[in-house]
């Protein structure tokens, strides 16, 4: 295990989103010092990850010890595969230039936020994938590869970048403060329908327990590793969004048929999906345990903070 919890200078890509914003809390409150890149004026360094020349002049004369990629396009969820492709780029290009931005700095450790559909869309079975299983895998259909490639692709610029220590942090799909308040309109006024899960389970995790993983992986994670980082109690989609309902108290969501949700390409395939996590690894290396069990206990905190 590599250990460094000394106080550390660390850029954040995407510092502005909502997991970014639960980053910066993180890292701040165990003594590290954040600067956040972006392209807003709220990030202390300003640049599109996708124009290289723009971020290495942000950076030019910069040090940090840490870079963490955490970058989306994404401002609501995805519905159509067409919703992923900006975030695609960021994945691809966006690494590939922000590992050269990290080069410049002097930086030592490269964390990147990664999830679990790299391991494929679809049914994978009952049993918990771990970080053995085969990452980027090729894809069913070219709109399917697309995002893998992408997945693919930002790890193995991680690993493979030359004097950098990469770490990728697998997550599951993220709900919690800033991230499942914007369902809540939709519920109380119904607009937001769900087929049934049939079986179907799918990897959740708080924001707040994912962003203490991200600290846990600069302090002690083991270069050259990913790590899955979820909840213990997979669940479907819509038993999940029942859990919203009832934790908000509002109405549950009306129940179509799944063929219904193929318009909307991306939230079709998802909802199709089978897929469970191990974090063993993550808890045996990086000593990281969810503090919320399952989206149950994670949503009734969100909602005894004060979240409406």
Not at 11 to 23: E, K, N, P, T, Y
Not at 86 to 108: C, F, I, N, P, S
Not at 208 to 230: C, K, L, M, S
Request: charged share 25%; with cysteine.
């Amino acid at each position: 295990m590599t250990t460094n919890d000394e106080s550390q200078s660390i850029l954040l890509a995407g510092a502005s989103g909502v997991l970014g914003r639960h980053i910066t809390h993180a890292l701040t409150e165990a003594g590290h010092k954040v600067t956040g890149l972006g392209r807003g004026a709220e990030n202390g360094l300003r640049a599109d990850l996708l124009d290289r020349d723009a971020l290495l002049r942000a950076v030019d004369g910069h040090h940090f010890d840490t870079v963490i990629h955490a970058a989306t396009a994404l401002r609501k969820p995805p519905m159509r595969d067409r919703d992923m492709y900006a975030t695609d780029a960021l994945r691809a290009q966006g690494t590939a230039h922000l590992v050269e931005a990290a080069r410049a700095t002097g930086t030592r450790r490269f964390v990147v936020e990664s999830m679990a559909f790299g391991y494929g869309y679809g049914d994978h079975g009952d049993r918990p994938l771990t970080e053995d299983d085969p990452f980027g895998p090729p894809g069913s259909t070219p709109r399917l590869e697309r995002h893998l490639a992408a997945m693919r692709t930002k790890e193995r610029l991680a690993f493979e970048a030359q004097a950098l220590e990469g770490v990728a942090l697998r997550f599951g799909l993220f709900y919690g403060p800033g991230g499942t308040d914007a369902l809540l309109p939709l519920l109380r006024r119904r607009q937001l329908p769900v087929p049934s899960d049939r079986g179907r389970v799918l990897p959740w995790v708080e924001l707040t327990d994912a962003a203490r993983a991200v600290v846990a992986a600069v302090e002690r994670g083991r270069p050259g590793q990913a790590y899955n980082i979820a909840d213990l109690t997979p669940m479907g989609f819509r038993t999940h969004i029942e859990a919203v309902a009832r934790a908000f108290g509002l109405p549950k969501p009306m129940t179509v048929p799944l063929w219904l949700m193929k318009p909307m390409s991306y939230a079709h395939t998802m909802m199709s999906s089978r897929l469970r996590l191990s974090c063993a690894k993550a808890e045996r290396e990086l000593g990281w345990r969810p503090l919320h069990a399952s989206s149950g206990e994670g949503l009734a905190a969100m909602r005894s903070a004060g979240h409406r």
